[in-house]
């Protein structure tokens, strides 16, 4: 009787013993490098499940402070555009993350990336990384830190600076509609392809082909309709 309570134990553990490993393999993980560098401007990464989750908390006051930002440098949405509640006490967010990664043997330089900068849209500001901002807004729509630890930039210094990729990051929802958002960060990305060369690529570093990119833009406009839903039910 005693043997067969052993046996019962054991396979007991090893039926949980072979979940935990199950689970450990499906875990999904970012990059060490990439981790490191979001953690590095304030980005706590959890690991839940199957799942990486992004804390962007920390981030929740950052503002562009440079006071001679170009009005060109800002974009302007219109009032539909715009979400009237910039949280939703209910809706779940989402975090969009991808990465611009140079040419393997042709890391983006310093003035080069200043120089493409300019007709992206993006203002140097807190935590000594880029934004984009919509004028009349508080906050950034999207961010964009350098690829290498801490993620930081200096422009005044850049003579000499070489870096492998940039990594562009948002929260949803944010206080302009998901959809429209997502197609500025896609531009401003896009812009800096153009004139740097290099390619789109996932937070795990695969490629964005337009089938994942349709993929992105159709959760993203689920996620919309998510916060459109309940704004009307907290306003109503």
Known sequence: MNFVR?????FGFGFLLGIWWWERQRRVELPRHEREVLEGIGIE??????????????????????????????SIVSEDERLSLSMPSMVEEKLI??????????????????????????????????HHRIK?????????????EPG???????DGFFTPG??????????????????LMFKSAQHLVNELGGN???QHRYPLDQQNIAKL????????????NINKMERG
């Open 45 to 74: 990464i959890r690991t839940e499940g199957s799942d990486v989750a992004l804390d962007f908390s920390g981030l929740d006051g950052i503002t562009a402070t440079n006071e001679h930002i170009s009005e060109r440098s800002l």
């Open 217 to 228: 833009r159709d959760e993203v406009a689920k996620h919309q309709q998510c916060v459109d």
């Open 152 to 158: 930081t930039f200096n422009p005044p210094a850049m």
């Open 136 to 148: 009349g807004l508080r906050r950034p729509i999207f961010s964009m830190a350098n690829l290498v």
């Open 166 to 183: 940039l990594t562009f990051f948002m929260r949803l929802p944010g206080q302009i509609v998901g959809p429209r958002a997502l197609d």
């Open 6 to 10: 052993i046996i019962l134990i054991l």
């Open 200 to 202: 789109l690529c996932d």
């Open 97 to 130: 993350v991808f990465n611009l990664m140079a040419p393997v043997d042709r890391p983006y330089s310093g003035q080069d990336l200043l120089t493409a900068i300019q007709g992206a849209n993006l203002v140097y500001g807190e935590m000594s990384i880029f």
